[in-house]
Nanobody, 122 residues
Framework: QVQVMESGGGSAQAGGSLRLSCTTS?????MAWFRQAPGKGREEVAG???????GYAASVKGRFTISKDNAKYSLYLEMNSLKPEDSAVYYC???????????????????WGQGIQVTVSS
C-alpha cells in the first residue's frame, strides 16, 4: 500500500497563485492531479512521469504547471492566474503500474490522497 498526502492549497483571489504539494510513501513513476468541484464529478487536471513528461487538461493548460521530484517522492502543482471555477477539492493520485506514458485517466491510478481544498474568490 502507498500513502499519498497532499499539502498546500487554501484560498486565493482571482488572478492569484497557489501551490499544491504531494508526497508518497515510496517512489512512484506516474502521478497526477485531479479535482472535484461541489456538485460535479472528479476531473483531470495534470499528470507527470519520472522523465519529466507532462500532460494537462485544456481548462488549466498555460496556467498550471505540474512537476515531479523523483528524489523526494513528491509531486507539485503550481497554479497561476486562478479563476473562481478552479475552486475544488484537489486530489493527488499515484499509479501502481507502468502506464507507458503520462495519463489523465482516473482508472489508471490506484492510490489517492484525501484531497485538499482550493478556494478562489472573485
Amino acid at each position: 500500500q502507498v500513502q499519498v498526502m497532499e499539502s498546500g492549497g487554501g484560498s486565493a483571489q482571482a488572478g492569484g497563485s497557489l501551490r499544491l504539494s504531494c508526497t508518497t510513501s515510496r517512489y512512484i513513476t506516474y502521478m497526477a492531479w485531479f479535482r472535484q468541484a461541489p456538485g460535479k464529478g472528479r476531473e483531470e487536471v495534470a499528470g507527470a512521469d519520472h522523465m519529466g513528461r507532462t500532460g494537462y487538461a485544456a481548462s488549466v493548460k498555460g496556467r498550471f504547471t505540474i512537476s515531479k521530484d523523483n528524489a523526494k517522492y513528491s509531486l507539485y502543482l503550481e497554479m497561476n492566474s486562478l479563476k473562481p471555477e478552479d475552486s475544488a477539492v484537489y486530489y493527488c493520485a499515484a499509479a501502481a503500474r507502468n502506464l507507458g506514458g503520462v495519463s489523465l485517466r482516473q482508472e489508471d491510478y490506484a492510490y489517492w490522497g484525501q484531497g485538499i481544498q482550493v478556494t478562489v474568490s472573485s
